[in-house]
């Protein structure tokens, strides 16, 4: 299990080995192609994700630092596969729920699904207050994916600019 007073380091070798016992559960007998998910590198999963049935998001997920952490989240270009701050706002969804937003650049590091099951909610720090926002180690990635799928789903206020 996390601890809140320790900042996520990477540990590729075991994200990837989570990650290939994970996938397999998770999918159920689905492949990555079934589900419309793509594997670019062997630590990394980008995954689509749609707003009120018309508006299309790709949410990468990155698991350097999985399983003691959650994975790394970010609603990124589905062209690029990545997130240029200056570009890119247009690619990601304006969520307004009360457990989890989504911050274009929080204090000038980067986007942040601001929630404790993404990793950069411990890498920058953020409301790191409650015990009951510390990573579990009975946790997988569909965790974070389904809390990100919940809020985009009843939450979602349109793109943002």
């Known amino acids: 299990m996390a601890n809140l007073t ?3 380091s990477p540990n590729i070798p075991a994200g990837v080995a989570a990650l290939d016992a994970h996938l397999p559960l998770i999918l159920e007998g689905r492949t990555l192609q079934d589900v419309g998910w793509a594997r670019p590198s062997p630590y ?9 049935d018309q508006d299309f998001y790709l949410l ?3 698991f350097d ?3 003691e952490w959650p994975p790394g989240a970010q609603f990124v270009n589905p062209v690029t596969k990545n997130y ?3 570009k890119d706002g247009c690619w990601l969804p304006n969520i307004e729920a009360p457990h989890l937003r989504v911050h ?3 204090q000038g590091q980067g986007q942040l699904i601001c929630n404790s099951s993404t990793c950069e909610f411990y890498k920058v720090r ?4 409650k015990p009951e926002h510390i990573w579990r180690d009975t946790y997988t990635f569909l965790h974070t994916l389904s809390t ?3 809020s985009i789903h009843s939450f979602y206020r349109g793109r943002q600019s």
């Open 60 to 62: 990468r997920l990155q």
């Open 84 to 86: 240029d701050k200056e």
């Open 126 to 129: 953020h409301g790191l207050d």
């Open 6 to 8: 320790d900042v996520p």
């Open 148 to 150: 990100i799928r919940d």
């Open 65 to 67: 630092c999985y399983p």
């Open 104 to 106: 274009k650049d929080y």
């Open 44 to 52: 990394t999963l980008c995954i689509p994700l749609w707003a009120n």
